[in-house]
Protein backbone atom coordinates (compact mmCIF):
# COMPACT_ATOMS: atom_id res chain seq x y z
CA UNK A 1 0.00 0.00 0.00
CA UNK A 2 2.94 2.37 0.85
CA UNK A 3 4.39 1.81 -2.45
CA UNK A 4 1.31 2.65 -4.34
CA UNK A 5 0.96 5.88 -2.45
CA UNK A 6 4.57 6.73 -3.10
CA UNK A 7 4.51 6.02 -6.98
CA UNK A 8 0.50 8.10 -6.63
CA UNK A 9 2.40 10.77 -5.14
CA UNK A 10 5.71 10.97 -7.45
CA UNK A 11 3.14 10.56 -10.61
CA UNK A 12 1.13 13.63 -9.30
CA UNK A 13 4.35 15.84 -9.00
CA UNK A 14 6.00 14.52 -12.31
CA UNK A 15 2.42 15.85 -13.70
CA UNK A 16 3.73 19.25 -13.24
CA UNK A 17 7.63 19.52 -14.19
CA UNK A 18 6.31 20.04 -18.10
CA UNK A 19 4.27 23.08 -16.85
CA UNK A 20 6.61 24.42 -15.01
CA UNK A 21 9.45 23.81 -17.72
CA UNK A 22 7.05 26.14 -19.90
CA UNK A 23 6.64 29.01 -17.52
CA UNK A 24 9.91 30.12 -18.30
CA UNK A 25 10.02 33.17 -20.99
CA UNK A 26 10.20 32.49 -24.45
CA UNK A 27 7.39 30.12 -24.86
CA UNK A 28 4.68 30.79 -26.94
CA UNK A 29 1.38 30.72 -25.52
CA UNK A 30 -0.75 29.78 -28.22
CA UNK A 31 -3.90 29.40 -26.78
CA UNK A 32 -6.23 31.23 -23.81
CA UNK A 33 -6.52 28.33 -22.50
CA UNK A 34 -2.38 27.66 -22.02
CA UNK A 35 -1.94 31.44 -20.97
CA UNK A 36 -4.36 31.15 -18.04
CA UNK A 37 -2.73 27.35 -17.61
CA UNK A 38 0.67 28.86 -17.61
CA UNK A 39 -0.23 31.98 -15.01
CA UNK A 40 -0.11 29.76 -11.83
CA UNK A 41 3.22 28.53 -12.65
CA UNK A 42 5.13 31.02 -13.50
CA UNK A 43 5.13 32.29 -9.70
CA UNK A 44 6.75 30.71 -6.84
CA UNK A 45 4.03 32.77 -4.59
CA UNK A 46 1.54 30.90 -6.44
CA UNK A 47 2.78 27.53 -6.34
CA UNK A 48 3.12 27.41 -2.82
CA UNK A 49 0.07 29.05 -1.68
CA UNK A 50 -2.10 26.30 -3.93
CA UNK A 51 0.46 23.25 -3.26
CA UNK A 52 -0.19 24.21 0.46
CA UNK A 53 -4.11 24.48 0.04
CA UNK A 54 -3.87 20.79 -0.86
CA UNK A 55 -1.54 19.74 1.83
CA UNK A 56 -4.01 21.47 4.21
CA UNK A 57 -7.22 19.73 2.96
CA UNK A 58 -4.91 16.29 3.04
CA UNK A 59 -4.07 16.42 6.32
CA UNK A 60 -7.66 17.44 7.58
CA UNK A 61 -8.71 14.27 5.61
CA UNK A 62 -12.61 13.90 5.12
CA UNK A 63 -14.79 16.53 3.09
CA UNK A 64 -11.99 19.02 3.48
CA UNK A 65 -10.34 17.09 0.75
CA UNK A 66 -12.77 18.38 -1.85
CA UNK A 67 -14.63 21.13 -0.29
CA UNK A 68 -11.25 23.54 0.19
CA UNK A 69 -9.40 23.06 -2.90
CA UNK A 70 -13.03 23.67 -4.47
CA UNK A 71 -13.50 26.73 -2.49
CA UNK A 72 -10.44 28.22 -3.46
CA UNK A 73 -10.57 27.07 -7.22
CA UNK A 74 -14.60 28.84 -7.14
CA UNK A 75 -13.29 31.78 -5.11
CA UNK A 76 -10.36 32.11 -7.11
CA UNK A 77 -12.95 32.63 -10.41
CA UNK A 78 -14.73 35.02 -8.49
CA UNK A 79 -11.79 37.20 -7.93
CA UNK A 80 -10.71 37.33 -11.63
CA UNK A 81 -14.07 37.95 -12.74
CA UNK A 82 -14.22 41.10 -10.40
CA UNK A 83 -11.06 41.90 -11.59
CA UNK A 84 -11.95 41.73 -15.64
CA UNK A 85 -14.89 43.69 -15.11
CA UNK A 86 -12.97 46.53 -12.87
CA UNK A 87 -13.79 45.89 -9.77
CA UNK A 88 -10.77 47.05 -7.60
CA UNK A 89 -9.75 44.39 -4.96
CA UNK A 90 -7.53 46.09 -2.51
CA UNK A 91 -4.05 44.91 -1.59
CA UNK A 92 -3.92 41.93 -4.53
CA UNK A 93 -0.22 41.19 -3.91
CA UNK A 94 0.04 41.86 0.28
CA UNK A 95 -3.00 39.29 0.27
CA UNK A 96 -0.90 36.42 -2.24
CA UNK A 97 2.09 36.94 0.17
CA UNK A 98 0.03 36.58 3.15
CA UNK A 99 -1.65 33.61 2.02
CA UNK A 100 1.78 31.76 1.64
CA UNK A 101 2.81 32.79 5.07
CA UNK A 102 -0.73 31.87 6.89
CA UNK A 103 -1.14 28.36 4.82
CA UNK A 104 3.17 27.58 5.82
CA UNK A 105 1.59 28.85 9.60
CA UNK A 106 -1.75 26.74 9.62
CA UNK A 107 0.74 23.81 8.97
CA UNK A 108 3.22 24.41 11.35
CA UNK A 109 0.36 24.69 13.84
CA UNK A 110 -1.61 21.87 12.32
CA UNK A 111 -4.72 24.21 12.28
CA UNK A 112 -7.98 21.79 12.66
CA UNK A 113 -11.40 23.76 12.63
CA UNK A 114 -14.63 23.05 10.74
CA UNK A 115 -14.66 22.05 7.14
CA UNK A 116 -16.63 25.60 5.88
CA UNK A 117 -14.45 27.65 8.43
CA UNK A 118 -11.31 26.38 6.46
CA UNK A 119 -13.36 26.39 3.30
CA UNK A 120 -13.92 29.96 4.10
CA UNK A 121 -10.10 30.26 4.81
CA UNK A 122 -9.22 29.00 1.58
CA UNK A 123 -11.79 31.20 -0.27
CA UNK A 124 -10.96 34.46 0.96
CA UNK A 125 -7.58 33.84 -0.14
CA UNK A 126 -8.34 33.04 -3.58
CA UNK A 127 -9.98 36.27 -4.26
CA UNK A 128 -6.30 37.76 -3.91
CA UNK A 129 -5.05 35.07 -6.19
CA UNK A 130 -8.42 35.09 -8.92
CA UNK A 131 -7.55 38.81 -8.78
CA UNK A 132 -4.02 38.80 -9.74
CA UNK A 133 -4.74 36.11 -12.73
CA UNK A 134 -7.83 38.27 -14.04
CA UNK A 135 -5.62 41.49 -13.68
CA UNK A 136 -2.95 39.94 -15.93
CA UNK A 137 -4.94 37.91 -18.47
CA UNK A 138 -3.57 38.90 -22.12
CA UNK A 139 -5.75 41.49 -23.90
CA UNK A 140 -5.79 39.25 -26.45
CA UNK A 141 -7.09 36.19 -24.58
CA UNK A 142 -10.55 34.31 -24.16
CA UNK A 143 -11.94 35.23 -20.58
CA UNK A 144 -13.70 31.55 -20.28
CA UNK A 145 -10.36 29.79 -21.95
CA UNK A 146 -8.39 32.03 -19.56
CA UNK A 147 -10.34 31.29 -16.28
CA UNK A 148 -10.84 27.46 -17.36
CA UNK A 149 -6.68 27.53 -17.69
CA UNK A 150 -5.92 28.97 -14.76
CA UNK A 151 -8.50 27.01 -12.73
CA UNK A 152 -7.34 23.22 -14.09
CA UNK A 153 -3.58 24.48 -13.23
CA UNK A 154 -4.88 25.06 -9.91
CA UNK A 155 -7.02 21.97 -9.32
CA UNK A 156 -3.39 20.40 -10.66
CA UNK A 157 -1.43 22.15 -7.84
CA UNK A 158 -4.02 20.94 -4.84
CA UNK A 159 -3.91 17.56 -6.44
CA UNK A 160 -0.21 17.92 -6.40
CA UNK A 161 -0.62 18.96 -2.79
CA UNK A 162 -3.23 16.31 -1.89
CA UNK A 163 -0.89 13.52 -3.40
CA UNK A 164 2.07 14.60 -0.82
CA UNK A 165 -0.34 14.97 1.87
CA UNK A 166 -1.27 11.67 1.71
CA UNK A 167 2.52 9.72 1.00
CA UNK A 168 3.28 11.53 4.67
CA UNK A 169 -0.31 10.46 6.01
CA UNK A 170 1.02 6.36 4.48
CA UNK A 171 4.24 6.89 6.40
CA UNK A 172 2.20 8.45 9.49
CA UNK A 173 5.25 11.65 9.42
CA UNK A 174 3.17 14.27 10.18
CA UNK A 175 6.57 16.61 11.47
CA UNK A 176 6.88 16.50 7.42
CA UNK A 177 3.73 18.52 6.93
CA UNK A 178 4.80 20.95 9.71
CA UNK A 179 8.10 21.12 8.70
CA UNK A 180 6.97 21.82 4.41
CA UNK A 181 4.51 24.19 6.18
CA UNK A 182 7.41 26.42 8.04
CA UNK A 183 9.31 26.38 4.57
CA UNK A 184 6.05 27.37 3.03
CA UNK A 185 5.95 30.09 5.48
CA UNK A 186 9.69 30.83 5.67
CA UNK A 187 9.18 31.27 1.81
CA UNK A 188 6.83 33.68 1.67
CA UNK A 189 8.64 35.81 4.17
CA UNK A 190 11.38 36.21 1.51
CA UNK A 191 8.85 36.89 -0.99
CA UNK A 192 7.70 39.54 1.36
CA UNK A 193 10.96 41.18 1.48
CA UNK A 194 12.10 41.44 -2.28
Known amino acids: MRSHTLKMGLVALFATIPALALAHPGHEHTTSFMSGFMHPMGG ?22 WAIPTAFVGTMLVGGGLAVAGVQVPFIEQGIILSVILMGALLVGAAR ?4 ICAGIAGLFAVFHGAAHGLEMPLNANGAEYALGFAAATALLHLVGIGFGAVIARFQAPI ?8 IAIAGLFLALI
Open 113 to 116: FPVA
Open 44 to 65: LDHLLAMLAIGLWAASLGGRAL
Open 176 to 183: ITRVTGSL
